[in-house]
């Protein structure tokens, strides 16, 4: 375990900030590497503002993960 306290949501919002602004707008050399791109942006993009919308409702869960229902 860490010895780092976890962190709180403003810093997880952050952490996100900055993947997506180190992603950068640039495009892959390929149509695979483009694609991933595009789709890593986009991923964070909708937890970033999932997390954002659940901490102004004030609510626990982040609507942009859909968790599958038990078996």
Same mark, same amino acid.
């Given at each position: 375990? =860490?010895?780092? +306290? +976890? *962190?709180? $949501? $403003?810093? @997880?919002?952050? /952490?996100?900030?900055?993947? *997506?602004?180190? &992603?950068? /707008?640039?495009?892959?050399?390929? @149509? /695979?590497? $483009?694609?991933?791109?595009? #789709?890593? /942006?986009? #991923? %964070?993009?909708? %937890?970033? &503002?999932? *997390?954002? @919308? =659940? ?5 626990? @869960?982040? #609507? #942009?993960?859909?968790?599958? $229902?038990?078996?």
């Amino acid at each position: 375990m =860490s010895d780092k +306290p +976890p *962190l709180s $949501d $403003d810093e @997880v919002y952050e /952490r996100i900030h900055a993947a *997506l602004l180190a &992603l950068g /707008r640039g495009e892959g050399a390929t @149509v /695979r590497g $483009d694609t991933t791109f595009k #789709a890593a /942006r986009k #991923a %964070l993009s909708v %937890l970033q &503002l999932g *997390l954002l @919308v =659940s901490m102004e409702n004030g609510t626990e @869960v982040n #609507a #942009a993960i859909k968790v599958p $229902d038990g078996p």
